[in-house]
C-alpha cells in the first residue's frame, strides 16, 4: 500500500516570489497537484479561470463555504481565497502530494486541522524590495500595492508558526532551498508508515 501524499502550504507576502519559486520547482516534482484556489477578486491579464484561480462571485463564495466545500478560507485586501477541499483528500488518499499556496490566516486553520500539513514561509529580503517587487510586477495599483505591502510585517510575524522559512533574495538559491525541503520531507518517517509496513510484510 502506498503512503498518503504530503500536504505543503506556502505562505508569503504578496510580491515575495512564491508564485515564480513555485513554477520551476513545480517543473521537477511530478507527483504532485498544485491546489487552484477560488478567490472573489478579479482576474489580472493573462490569468486563466481554473488554471490560476476559480474566479467566482461573492455568492457563490459564501455558499461553497455554508455547503462546506472550502478546506480553509480567508480574505485578503477586501478579497475572498479559498482551498476547494474535495480535490485536496482525494488527491492526498490516493497519495499524491499536494501543495497550497495561501495566505498565513488560511495556512494556520489548515495547521489545525491537518496537523500532518508541512508549512514553508518565504521571506523577503527586506521590506523595500518587496514594493520594488510588486511596482515591478505591474499588476496592482499603487494603492493596491501599499495595502499589501501594509499587510507584510504582520504576515512575517506568522512565519515562526511554520515548520521552514527560506529567503528569497537569490531566485536561484530559493528554488533549491525549496526543492530540499520538499524532497527531504519525502524520507521523514511520518510520511512513510506504509513504506515500513510493506518492509515487514
Ligand atoms: P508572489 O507570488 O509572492 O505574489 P511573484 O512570484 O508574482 O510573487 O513575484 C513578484 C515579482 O517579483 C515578479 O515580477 C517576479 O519576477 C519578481 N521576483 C521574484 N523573485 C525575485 C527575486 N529573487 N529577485 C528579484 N525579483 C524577483
Ligand atoms: P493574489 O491576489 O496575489 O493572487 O493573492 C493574494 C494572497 O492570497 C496571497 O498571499 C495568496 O497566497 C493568497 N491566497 C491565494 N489562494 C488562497 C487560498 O485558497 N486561501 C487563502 N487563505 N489564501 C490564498
Do not use: W
Not at 5 to 23: D, E, F
Not at 51 to 80: D, L, P, Q, V
Not at 102 to 110: F, L, N, Q, S
Not at 117 to 135: D, G, H, M, S
Request: aromatic share 10%; net charge negative; proline share 3%.
Amino acid at each position: 500500500m502506498q503512503n498518503k501524499g504530503i500536504l505543503y502550504v506556502l505562505s508569503a507576502p504578496s510580491g515575495c516570489g512564491k508564485g515564480t519559486i513555485l513554477s520551476e520547482v513545480l517543473k521537477n516534482f511530478k507527483n504532485i497537484h498544485y491546489s487552484v484556489s477560488a478567490t472573489t477578486r478579479s482576474p489580472r491579464d493573462g490569468e486563466l479561470n481554473g488554471i490560476n484561480y476559480y474566479f467566482i462571485t461573492r455568492e457563490e463564495f459564501e455558499s461553497e463555504i455554508s455547503n462546506g466545500g472550502m478546506f480553509e478560507y480567508a480574505e485578503f485586501c477586501g478579497n475572498y481565497y479559498g482551498t476547494p477541499k474535495a480535490k485536496v483528500m482525494e488527491k492526498l488518499d490516493a497519495g499524491i502530494d499536494v501543495i497550497l499556496e495561501i495566505e498565513t490566516i488560511g495556512a494556520m486553520k489548515v495547521k489545525q486541522a491537518y496537523p500532518d500539513a508541512v508549512l514553508i514561509f518565504i521571506l523577503p529580503p527586506n521590506v523595500e524590495a518587496l514594493k520594488q517587487r510588486l511596482i515591478g510586477r505591474g499588476t496592482e495599483a499603487l494603492d493596491v500595492i501599499e495595502r499589501r505591502v501594509g499587510e507584510a510585517a504582520s504576515e512575517i510575524e506568522k512565519s515562526y508558526n511554520y515548520d521552514y522559512v527560506l529567503v528569497n533574495d537569490n531566485l536561484i538559491d530559493a528554488i533549491e532551498g525549496l526543492e530540499t525541503i520538499m524532497k527531504s520531507c519525502k524520507y521523514m518517517t511520518k510520511f512513510n508508515s506504509n513504506t515500513i509496513k510493506g518492509v515487514l510484510n
